[in-house]
C-alpha cells in the first residue's frame, strides 16, 4: 500500500504561480510512476505529468513549459506550475502506480491516489 498526502492547493491569478507537493509513504518501492492529475468540474479527471524512477517525464501538452514535476527519494512529488491559467483550475490529485503503456498519463495506470488539492486560477 501506498499512501499520498498533497499539500494544501490555493487561489491564484493567472500568469502565477503554485506549487503542490504530495507525500509518499508506505511501499512506496512498488510503484514505477509517481504523477499528478487534475479534474475540472463537470470534466473527466485528465493526466498532468508524470515522472518515473528514471526521472523520465511526461506532461500533457497544455502544460509543457509551464509546469515541471520531480521527485526527492521517491517520497516527495512536487509540481511547480508556471504562468497559470483559467483553464488550470480544479482538484489536483498525486497518483502512484506503474503504468504498461508509453503514455503514462492515463487514470487506469495509477492504484493509489491522494485526497486532492483545489487550485483556482482567476483572471
Known amino acids: 500500500q501506498v499512501q499520498l498526502v498533497e499539500s494544501e492547493g490555493g487561489s491564484v491569478q493567472v500568469g502565477g504561480s503554485l506549487r503542490l507537493t504530495c507525500a509518499a509513504s508506505?511501499?512506496?518501492?512498488?510503484?514505477?510512476?509517481m504523477a499528478w492529475f487534475r479534474q475540472a468540474p463537470g470534466r473527466e479527471p485528465e493526466g498532468v505529468a508524470s515522472i518515473d524512477r528514471a526521472g523520465r517525464t511526461v506532461y500533457e501538452r497544455s502544460v509543457k513549459g509551464r509546469f515541471t514535476i520531480s521527485q526527492d527519494s521517491w517520497k516527495t512529488v512536487t509540481l511547480q506550475m508556471n504562468s497559470l491559467r483559467p483553464e488550470d483550475t480544479g482538484t489536483y490529485y498525486c497518483?502512484?502506480?506503474?503504468?504498461?503503456?508509453?503514455?503514462?498519463?492515463?487514470?487506469?495506470?495509477?492504484?493509489?491516489w491522494g485526497q486532492g488539492t483545489q487550485v483556482t486560477v482567476s483572471s
Open positions: 508506505g511501499d512506496t518501492s512498488s510503484a514505477q510512476c
Open positions: 497518483a502512484a502506480g506503474s503504468p504498461q503503456s508509453s503514455d503514462r498519463l492515463q487514470t487506469r495506470d495509477y492504484s493509489y
